[in-house]
């Protein structure tokens, strides 16, 4: 997939009464090394229908309950098996998915949606308005729900006819098309909501069927001979490794054990190296973070928190730990994203150890102070906890690392609020405005200590009141610049997706939000 821009843009697609904001790809920040050759287009009837694919990932799902999942990069386990409401084009662009058209009522405070006709849950219930009814009810109250705050604003939802539904809000929200491409918006089968089993056989309308799944090992998933969209032939069988060891994924590679591997910026080389290989280098939307919980340890002082943005040395971590992979930065969007402020660039935080200790000093912290510093049990994540360890030491921090399981990570973090920060990877978000939402709001998700400041506050309240792209940006803007400036949480790396592929594998590519696009996945005939 070739790099390219992200811009606010319109859903043309969408004939709307008010606008709806949509975005482009990423253009990239600069390096990360080359750009794989193109692959010649490959006709459909050139593409083999009965081939398997295998694809080693570093992790399984928290759970197959898209409702109840407490990580948002569930959502490339989920996107094979559960449709959306809303679907991304590869550009980041709303498209239809289990809706065919959506558009704007009542000055906003109604998201009309005409739903596709002729699909059938895997289990043979019907899709219609009613399973859109009861999934946006399940989602609001189902015990544990991780996606109740997204879907909060919808005050009712309207039967019109089979297949239109309305969407009634308590207030304008601008993210939630987007919101609906994402886990809020998976359609689960009305049948399967109580079913014990669901967290390991799920039940959606995708064109993949879960055929077996062994937790920590391998998802089997087969092709949905019902499928609603003819147009993708795909392969017959994916088969998903669950392999932490980023060298064992590697040599899973090399050996032929599987046909798809997630690398880091380490390996990217080597990988290029293999004869039959090709290495695809994307910028997605997910970063590395020190997450803090503002209400922990001395979090809740902005002195201490700019200190610990002057004490990481985000150029070391990119250049020693992603090699090259990534691109330091002191905000949630990267270069190219239009809701990246420029304003803010990657050094506005310039690492300066004397500058970090003249800040506790003036918090009352000259002697240091220790807390719990919570790290996703992964080998990248593991190196930047112990580099951030090591800087943070420097200025007199003592963080002390607990190694937590990666599938539970977020459980631990977000809901049992166990730490005070957290080094792992934020997962990208189709609009920025989710990612905001969650992770600094009063009520997000995951905003463990719900600290926020009022201004933060006022300017969500507005990004979401505004459709008008242009208007919504400028105040997306803004809102970088709070978050920046009061040193929320510590970025240190906007991610590049690295994975190789074999030469047989053709239509890959990824979405903004990081995701395999398996809608366009294939195997060459031989």
């Given at each position: ?15 709307a009464?008010?606008p ?33 694919i ?6 399984g799902?928290s ?26 084009s590869?550009?980041?662009?709303p ?9 704007w009522?009542?000055?906003?405070l109604?998201?009309?949606?005409v ?15 009613e399973a859109v009814?009861a ?7 189902v ?6 705050s997204?879907?909060?604003m ?13 969407l009634?809000?308590?207030e304008r929200n ?5 919101l ?22 799920p ?8 055929r ?5 090992d391998?998802?089997?998933?087969e ?12 392969v ?5 490794r669950?392999l932490p060891?980023e060298v ?31 290495v695809h ?8 973070v020190l997450?803090l919980?503002?209400a ?9 928190r700019q200190?610990?943005?002057?004490a ?10 992603y090699?090259g992979?990534?691109?330091p930065?002191?905000?949630?969007f990267?270069?190219?994203?239009y ?12 690492y300066?150890?004397?500058?970090a200790r003249?800040?506790l000093?003036?918090?009352?912290l000259?002697g240091?102070f ?6 996703t ?24 690392i607990?190694?937590?399981?990666a599938?539970q ?10 730490g005070?920060?957290l080094v ?32 933060l ?41 690295v ?10 590519e990824?979405?903004?939000t ?13």
């Amino acid at each position: 997939m070739k790099l390219r821009t992200l811009v606010p843009a319109l859903a043309a697609a969408m004939a709307a009464l008010l606008p709806v904001a949509a975005c482009a790809p990423i253009q990239p920040a600069g390096g990360g090394g080359p750009e794989p050759a193109e692959q010649a287009p490959v006709a459909p009837e050139d593409i083999d229908p009965e081939a398997t694919i295998r694809f080693a990932d570093a992790v399984g799902p928290s759970r197959f309950d898209p409702h109840r999942s407490t990580i948002g990069q569930d959502i490339r386990f989920f996107a094979p098996v559960y449709d959306r409401l809303v679907h991304l084009s590869p550009e980041g662009e709303p498209i239809p998915g289990l809706a065919t058209e959506w558009t704007w009522e009542d000055d906003g405070l109604t998201l009309k949606m005409v739903l596709r006709q002729g699909v059938t849950f895997h289990d043979g219930a019907p899709f219609d308005a009613e399973a859109v009814r009861a999934n946006i009810e399940r989602a609001k109250t189902v015990e544990g729900s991780s996606v109740a705050s997204d879907l909060a604003m919808i005050s009712t939802v309207e039967v019109v006819d089979p297949f239109t539904v309305r969407l009634r809000l308590s207030e304008r929200n601008s993210m939630l098309p987007g919101l609906l491409s994402h886990r809020a918006g998976a359609m689960v089968s009305p049948t399967a909501f109580d079913n014990p089993d669901l967290d390991l056989a799920p039940v959606g309308t995708g064109m993949y069927k879960v055929r077996e799944y062994r937790p920590n090992d391998t998802i089997f998933y087969e092709r949905n001979p019902d499928y609603w969209d003819t147009e993708v032939v795909g392969v017959k069988e994916l088969q998903l490794r669950i392999l932490p060891d980023e060298v064992t994924r590697m040599n899973a590679l090399r050996t032929g054990e599987v046909d798809m591997a997630l690398l880091t910026g380490r390996l990217a080389a080597e990988a290029e190296g293999l004869p039959g290989t090709v290495v695809h280098r994307d910028p997605t939307l997910t970063y590395l973070v020190l997450y803090l919980n503002r209400a922990r340890s001395e979090f809740g002082n902005p002195l201490v928190r700019q200190a610990l943005n002057h004490a990481i040395d985000r150029k070391a971590i990119v250049d020693g730990i992603y090699f090259g992979a990534g691109t330091p930065t002191v905000q949630p969007f990267p270069e190219g994203y239009y809701a990246h402020n420029p304003a803010y660039p990657g050094d506005y935080y310039p690492y300066d150890p004397q500058k970090a200790r003249d800040l506790l000093a003036q918090a009352g912290l000259a002697g240091g102070f220790s807390f719990e510093m919570l790290v996703t049990s992964l080998g990248t994540y593991i190196q930047a906890g112990e580099a951030v360890q090591n800087m943070l030491a420097e200025v007199g921090i003592t963080a002390n690392i607990r190694s937590v399981e990666a599938a539970q990570t977020a459980d631990v973090y977000y809901r049992q609020q166990q730490g005070d920060a957290l080094v792992s990877q934020w997962g990208g978000r189709p609009d920025p405005s989710m990612t905001i939402d969650l992770q600094f709001t009063g009520d997000g998700f995951s905003n463990p200590g719900r600290h926020t400041t009022p201004r933060l506050e006022e300017l969500q309240r507005q990004a979401l009141d505004t459709l008008d792209p242009d208007e919504r940006t400028a105040t997306i803007h803004e809102e970088v610049g709070e978050l920046v400036e009061q040193a929320f949480q510590v970025p240190i790396a906007s991610d590049q997706s690295v994975i190789a592929t074999k030469d047989t594998v053709v239509g890959f590519e990824t979405l903004v939000t990081g995701q395999i696009n398996f809608r366009t996945l294939g195997v060459r005939k031989s």
